[in-house]
């Protein structure tokens, strides 16, 4: 399969790997921004082939991971109203509130489908205009067009039984966080490739002068990912602060301006809580005012929810990469993907999920 | 009684089921005589008692049972009929019986289509001819709008277990040979880029089959055989994972030996699924003693089903109960089983 099975070369892979050994001369502490970049990882053990001496932490680039708690409790009341059809995309589904999730909410009646774009959620709106039609826009920079896109149509074409739960963050101000916390051990991030497709990555360029290190936006396959942790680490080594884009089939350095355009119509820029991490400032996005009737939250008047997170989990600190998911005291044990306790153990991109699938204690390596 | 199919006026394109269709009366026994009958009859079925009186061989009896409630009815590759009489024989035939004689219980949506009802039945005649077995009692109950997608399909079958055949899902051995006799995934990813709302076209068609001549046809070279499983729903990696910890064994499998077809690999790629989790309708999981790989391969290659069969691994002592993948790269991970509904990535 055409720029598949390229990427997926186990001699192009052996060749990197012997590349990476020849280049390292000390440890190295290298974060990948990306739940996606996790999980393949994870998959194909990459880890287990890297020396010791480099240390892949792994980023908070898992949107359904850093959904607050509010907003998924919210989501769950909006869902469960009759008037309702409650649309996401699929991973949100499995992900707990205090009680419950959006599947529970389906078996006691609830309306909620599966969509694989929110304008296929717009889509329904448009053949159900008896019904309220809510999508959950959660995601970053990569979800965020066709998000700004859906809501752009129902008002450009007078849709008005449409509306957004908007949980939009960006990773750019995530970095900084992490890099800013005291107990951070970034040396040198794999900046997410698709986030880099529609932003660019001249927005890095900052990130690397203001804070003395490395970023390389990489892709998702084995050899991307191999390909980037080997330039990573020829950076680190030469002491360059540097943005080097090894994801040059799908990302430019200005990016896709349409739907940045796109964006910038429908979104502003907003603090927005990460789910165990807390409030980072500027990084998320909101409804501007001008399609302020297309906010969920003010519409069913759902913004009084609030909640707390179980004391056990510790996904905040597996997000910015203090701690490896196997660390944790639940992992395994109160916490699986069948009983999870936070959200990086729900989603198909969380850290905690990658281990439990792939590498769980008591594998044999 | 014996009755003879009539001749009938065909059926109407705007013909629905009706709920008088299952109330019993005089349109229940029209359903019967324009739409089941003239595709379905046989000597039990055309006596039309409440039960199939069977003569069954000397031996073990194997019975089997499942419920078909696939969303689309119609799907690329085939339709919840065929599906419904093809997955009982399969059940059968990886127990080592060989399969008889059928049921076929119909819960009907009102307002179906009674075109497609037919359709649906003159495919579950074909696939029982295909298969050599008698479609010999049955049933039909109709529920109101929205009680129930359309049409579901019960088939219970019966099946006489070949002689010094001993097929369990305790049997595995260290040292055992996993074969798999072909593409996985085809079923389940047909089924889901036909569903709507996902909005891409592809060439995908399910590869819902009876294996029962294949699975007959290696079992009389190789007897011996200690396990198998059709990988339907949960795919290869549950069929996998319910072998090792029934057996108490570990499986290792090889990544680059999987065969998976590039538009179903491409489907998956694209949706965030693994191959290995996605249902078949037309595979064979099995494990044998080594000696006997080459030989069962051969037969299984000489099949229309089986022909792109491979061994995708091997049965060992370590790690009991679990699933291992030797990926290409040369590192290992957990084939696990899948955790409820698959759901498509986000981004």
Redesign the interface.
């Known amino acids: 399969?055409k720029y598949?099975d390229e990427y997926?070369d186990?001699q192009l892979?052996?060749k990197l790997l012997d590349e990476i050994r020849r280049k390292t001369t000390r440890h190295w502490t290298i974060m990948e921004i990306c739940g996606?970049q996790t999980h393949s990882i994870?998959?194909?053990?990459?880890d287990?082939?890297l020396p010791d001496t480099i240390e892949l932490v792994h980023g908070p680039g898992c949107?359904?991971c850093v959904t607050p708690l509010e907003s998924i409790e919210r989501a769950l009341e909006i869902a469960a109203k009759k008037e309702v059809i409650f649309t996401s995309?699929?991973?949100?589904?499995?992900v707990p509130g205090s009680s419950k999730d959006l599947?529970m909410v389906r078996s006691e009646g609830g309306d909620v489908?599966?969509?694989?774009?929110p304008l296929?959620a717009l889509q329904i709106a448009r053949v159900n205009p008896g019904k309220e039609v809510v999508f959950f826009a959660?995601?970053?920079e990569?979800?965020a067009p066709a998000n700004a896109m859906a809501v752009y149509q129902a008002a450009r074409e007078g849709i008005e039984n449409f509306s957004v739960i908007v949980s939009q963050v960006m990773v750019p101000p995530a970095m900084r966080a992490i890099l800013l916390s005291p107990d951070n051990r970034v040396q040198g991030f794999l900046a997410a490739g698709?986030v880099c497709a529609v932003m660019g990555y001249a927005e890095y360029e900052p990130v690397t002068r203001e804070f003395n290190l490395p970023i390389v936006p990489a892709g998702f396959e084995?050899v991307d990912l191999l390909a980037g942790i080997l330039k990573t680490v020829e950076l680190l080594e030469e002491g360059r602060a540097e943005v080097v884009n090894l994801y040059g089939r799908v990302v430019s350095r200005e990016g896709n301006r349409v739907a940045q355009d796109t964006i910038a119509k429908v979104f502003e820029v907003t603090d927005r809580q990460w789910r165990g991490i807390g409030l980072i400032p500027g990084s998320g996005l909101t409804l501007k005012a001008a399609y302020s009737s297309y906010d969920a939250e003010k519409k069913f008047n759902v913004t009084h929810i609030c909640t707390g997170e179980s004391p056990l989990c510790k996904s905040g600190s597996v997000l910015q990469g203090m701690l490896k998911p196997d660390a944790c005291p639940a992992f395994a044990k109160e916490c699986t993907?069948?009983h999870p306790l936070g959200a990086t153990m729900v989603s198909?991109?969380g850290a905690c999920a990658a281990y439990y699938?792939?590498?769980?204690t008591g594998?044999?390596? | 009684m014996t009755i003879t199919p009539l001749c009938q006026s065909p059926i109407l394109q705007h013909e629905t089921v009706q709920m008088a269709h299952g109330a019993g009366g005089r349109l229940s026994q029209t359903l019967m005589q324009r739409v089941f009958m003239p595709h379905l009859h046989n000597v039990f079925l055309d006596i039309l008692d409440d039960q199939a009186k069977l003569d069954l061989p000397a031996g073990r009896t194997a019975y089997s049972t499942d419920t078909y409630v696939v969303s689309p009815v119609f799907f690329p590759g085939g339709n919840i009929g065929e599906l419904a009489v093809n997955g009982t024989v399969n059940d059968l035939a990886v127990g080592g019986a060989k399969p008889m004689y059928l049921s076929a219980g119909f819960v009907l949506e009102e307002g179906f289509s009674l075109v497609e009802l037919e359709t649906i039945v003159i495919s579950m005649a074909e696939a029982a001819r295909k298969a050599g077995v008698m479609i010999v009692t049955g049933d039909t109950k109709v529920v109101g709008k929205g009680q129930c997608d359309k049409i579901f399909i019960n088939t219970s079958g019966i099946g006489s277990v070949m002689d010094g055949v001993n097929l369990s899902c305790r049997n595995l051995q260290p040292g055992d040979t996993m074969i798999l006799s072909g593409t996985v995934g085809d079923h389940g990813m047909a089924i889901m880029t036909s569903r709507e709302g996902l909005s891409f076209q592809s060439k995908i068609t399910s590869d819902c089959a009876a294996l029962n001549s294949m699975i007959a046809a290696v079992l009389e070279v190789v007897p011996a055989i200690h396990a198998m499983r059709d990988p339907t729903r949960g795919g290869v990696a549950a069929a996998l994972n319910e072998l090792a910890a029934s057996s108490s064994v570990g499986i290792e499998i090889n990544e680059p030996s999987i065969p998976v077809k590039p538009d179903v690999r491409g489907a998956c790629e694209l949706l965030g699924i693994d191959p290995l989790h996605v249902a078949n309708e037309g595979k064979l999981v099995l494990a044998v003693s080594s000696e006997y790989t080459e030989t069962v391969l051969e037969v299984l290659r000489s099949f229309e089903h089986g022909r792109d069969a491979v061994t995708i691994g091997e049965v060992v002592d370590d790690h009991p109960g679990m699933v291992v993948m030797r990926t290409a790269f040369g590192s290992r991970r957990i084939i696990d089983l899948p955790l409820g509904e698959q759901l498509p990535r986000i981004c």
């Not at chain 1, 489908?113 to 774009?117: D, K, L, M, T």
């Open positions: 399969m598949i997926r186990p892979a052996r996606g994870l998959r194909n053990g990459i287990q082939l949107p359904v995309f699929g991973d949100m589904l499995r599947f489908r599966i969509v694989f774009s296929d959660v995601g970053f990569t979800t698709h084995p993907p069948g198909s991109e699938n792939y590498h769980r594998f044999p390596i």
